[in-house]
């Protein structure tokens, strides 16, 4: 059993250090809480809300200072953190990610596949792959961003690679209540894995954040829920072995399932076919 965390928290754009120094405050908040891991928002560290140049004047490479002070906020507090960023690579690219941090430094990074015509995503550069769950001492932590959730197949991907939970950075406009109302929720159900997902609260530029950031147990049940408004931090115990055992029965002999074995990939080949 570990002790996870979502944290809500309202960000300010290009203000990498402020924005910074809170992120460090929640980590604290939740250890003292117990927690040892804890997701943080989609572009917590840069604000979402971005141009093209704004963007390249606050990204920064991974592993880099930021992500140094993150090591050692988590080294104090005992913390595996998942923050979103802003990052630029060798050759000036900048991508939307989400860095898995602890004591020891960055453990994984992701680059958001999915990109939409919204905030700063309209002006990075894709990921390019779907990197298999992170192998740490507390269990298998993948990590999508945002947008990333509306389609099956990532989640699947990350899923059937034996991932125990996905850790979910979003910046979830205020029209997006399908998300925590159903897609959350299915995505964490038809996988069998655990979905901490943290959302911002307040605004940005004009644009509003829904907030409901949630924890979703992997029969889709709601762990816990924040509000739309309110600053807040989610906390969880979780059995990350229950994410192993895909065999459901729900009444012995007559009704079982089994979300892995039950598929038919035979049949879905049309899904990666680009025509």
Aim: proline fraction near 6%.
């Amino acid at each position: 059993m570990i002790r996870v965390a979502a944290a809500q928290i309202a960000t300010r754009p290009l203000d990498p250090q402020a924005n910074l120094e809170k992120v460090i405050h929640w980590i604290e908040a939740a250890a003292a809480q117990g927690a040892q891991v804890a997701v943080f928002p989609e572009c917590a560290l840069t604000g979402y809300m971005l141009t093209a140049e704004e963007a390249a004047e606050v990204a920064e490479p991974i592993p880099g200072p930021r992500t140094d002070r993150l090591a050692d906020a988590c080294r104090k507090s005992g913390i595996l953190a998942v923050v979103g960023t802003i990052e630029k690579d060798e050759q000036g690219r900048c991508f939307n990610t989400a860095a898995m941090v602890d004591g020891t430094g960055v453990l994984g990074r992701y680059h958001k596949t999915h990109l939409l015509c919204l905030g700063v995503d309209r002006y990075l550069t894709p990921g390019e792959s779907l990197p298999g769950p992170v192998e740490t001492s507390l269990g298998r932590l993948a990590m999508l961003i945002c947008y990333d959730l509306r389609f099956p197949e990532p989640a699947r991907v990350l899923g059937l690679a034996g991932a125990q939970a996905i850790l979910f950075p979003t910046a979830w406009p205020q029209a997006a209540s399908l998300y925590p109302d159903y897609v959350a929720r299915t995505r964490a159900a038809e996988n069998g894995v655990f979905l901490i997902a943290a959302d911002h609260v307040g605004g940005e530029r004009g644009g509003r954040y829904l907030g409901r950031s949630l924890i979703v147990g992997p029969d889709g049940d709601v762990l816990a829920q924040a509000g739309q408004t309110e600053e807040a931090l989610l906390v969880a115990d979780v059995d990350l072995s229950r994410a192993d055992q895909k065999h459901r029965v729900f009444v012995l002999g007559e009704y079982e399932i089994d979300i892995h074995a039950d598929r038919r990939p035979d049949l879905y080949g049309r899904i990666v076919d680009p025509r």
